[in-house]
């Protein structure tokens, strides 16, 4: 069984920068891909950054030169370096792991970007 652990989140006014972690523990053979999606109240979750085991990474067009998601740890971990936050990023923020071959979610994680 794979965990996914996520931390960071909070508030912050426009402009700021915030960092989101998530951690992926249990007994798995290999972690494909991690990433990050975005949910707001009435739409479905929506892709925010995700970085494969290879290294390559993909970017949601809103937050691109914003957005930077990095893996640490063996892997086992991704970092989601969020700067010049702005109101529009505001929603439930999900780490999702594509864990030998099967999507895992995190609980979420709420930002608030607002003044």
């Known amino acids: 069984q794979v965990r996914l652990v996520e931390s960071g989140g909070g508030s912050v006014q426009p402009g700021g920068s915030l960092r989101l972690s998530c951690a992926a523990s249990g007994t798995f053979f290999r972690i494909n891909n991690m990433g990050w999606y975005r949910q707001v109240p009435g739409m479905d979750r929506e892709l925010v950054a995700i970085?494969?085991?290879?290294?390559?990474?993909t970017y949601a067009d809103s937050v691109k030169g914003r957005f930077t998601i990095s893996s640490a740890n063996t892997r086992n971990t991704v970092v989601l370096q969020m700067n010049d936050l702005k109101p529009e990023d505001t929603g439930v923020y999900y780490c999702?792991?594509?864990?030998?071959?099967?999507?895992?979610w995190g609980q979420g994680t709420q930002l608030t970007v607002s003044s």
């Open positions: 970085i494969a085991r290879a290294g390559n990474s």
């Open positions: 999702r792991a594509n864990v030998d071959g099967y999507v895992n």
